[in-house]
């Protein structure tokens, strides 16, 4: 039999902890509709997993797509591409092993593409974005965590437990700071989110400098860019410093790999020239010597999470076709 017609949409799905987007997005990776929730109300997975399917199936009733969507693509930390599961994740509520694309294969009745959150933005950069035509290059990515994914002579790169690329865990400084991982001294330690704040806080203990940031009891990265922004000089070495751990821990990621280029992507790096320059410096300074200097550091152009719904969709089309509404 001739096949006259294919579904031409997908899901993409991504998981961060403070909040679950979703989106149904077409085969030339246009964001038709999409809406969110709160991660962080539901610690039970259980519950969690029901809201999330009935929230697909209802999209997919209220835009007459229950014949047209494919697949769902899920992006989320430590997700485990091969298997579909979230695996001891440290920066969510649910704990231990997590079958999440089978929970919602289940639930939904459509084939479930899992994928870690840097690699869903790995593939949303090469397809859609700034790593277009690239062959090499490494996706980093800042929040509450961070991530990595590599791309390794045009092919996504794994390792053989598919969890490559883990440079965040990676040992900066030996008896540093504990990491929520449980090591001590990982480059999240001093770079992500709360790294940063530490780093804040003991940059203000050390100096009497007189700071915008000693006046806000609710001290954000956001908010410490933004007295970057003011000409707040103990706010601009906060991130100095933090440029300076960044590019030091990525020269080691650099000498290995050879990349062509660093993306970088996440909440932190909208902090741009005030970390990506010294970062960019810190690398070139540390890496090996050949390489130093021709390695291209890339603030992503996305608009927030559009490279998290856009990887996240192109994980759905790489899945097996499986659908109830056939």
Aim: net charge negative; with cysteine; aromatic share 8%.
């Amino acid at each position: 039999m001739i096949e006259t017609s294919m579904k031409d949409k997908v899901f993409g799905v991504h998981i961060s902890l403070a909040r679950t987007i979703y989106a149904i997005v077409d085969i030339r990776g246009n964001i038709l509709v999409q809406d969110q929730f709160p991660t962080s109300e539901y610690n039970n997975v259980n519950d969690f997993v029901s809201v999330l399917s009935e929230r697909l199936v209802e999209m997919m009733l209220a835009n007459n797509a229950l014949e047209s969507v494919r697949s769902i693509g899920i992006g989320v930390s430590n997700a485990n591409h091969q298997t579909g599961c979230i695996e001891k994740a440290v920066n969510l509520p649910w704990k231990g092993v997590v079958p999440m694309a089978a929970m919602i294969r289940d639930r939904v009745g459509l084939a479930v593409a899992l994928g870690n959150k840097p690699h869903a933005r790995a593939l949303g950069e090469n397809v859609f974005g700034a790593a277009h035509g690239m062959k090499d290059f490494v996706i980093i990515s800042i929040g509450h965590g961070l991530g990595s994914f590599l791309y390794s002579n045009g092919r996504p790169y794994f390792g053989s437990d598919y969890f490559a690329g883990e440079v965040g865990h990676s040992c900066l400084i030996p008896h540093g700071r504990k990491c929520n991982c449980g090591n001590e001294g990982c480059l999240e330690a001093y770079v992500a989110a709360k790294g940063i704040l530490r780093t804040a806080a003991e940059l203000m203990e050390e100096s009497s400098e007189p700071s915008l940031m000693r006046d806000n009891d609710h001290l954000t990265p956001v908010d410490i860019t933004d007295y970057c922004n003011q000409g707040d000089a103990l706010a601009i070495e906060v991130m100095r410093r933090t440029g300076e751990y960044l590019g030091r821990g990525l020269a080691a990621y650099g000498s290995v790999l050879n990349p062509e280029a660093f993306i970088f992507t996440g909440g932190v790096c909208n902090a741009g020239n005030w970390l990506l320059d010294p970062a960019e410096e810190s690398y070139n300074k540390y890496v090996f010597g050949n390489i130093s200097g021709k390695t291209r550091f890339i603030l992503s152009s996305f608009r927030e999470n559009d490279c998290d719904l856009l990887g996240a969709s192109v994980l759905a089309w790489g899945v097996k076709e499986y659908s109830l509404f056939k």
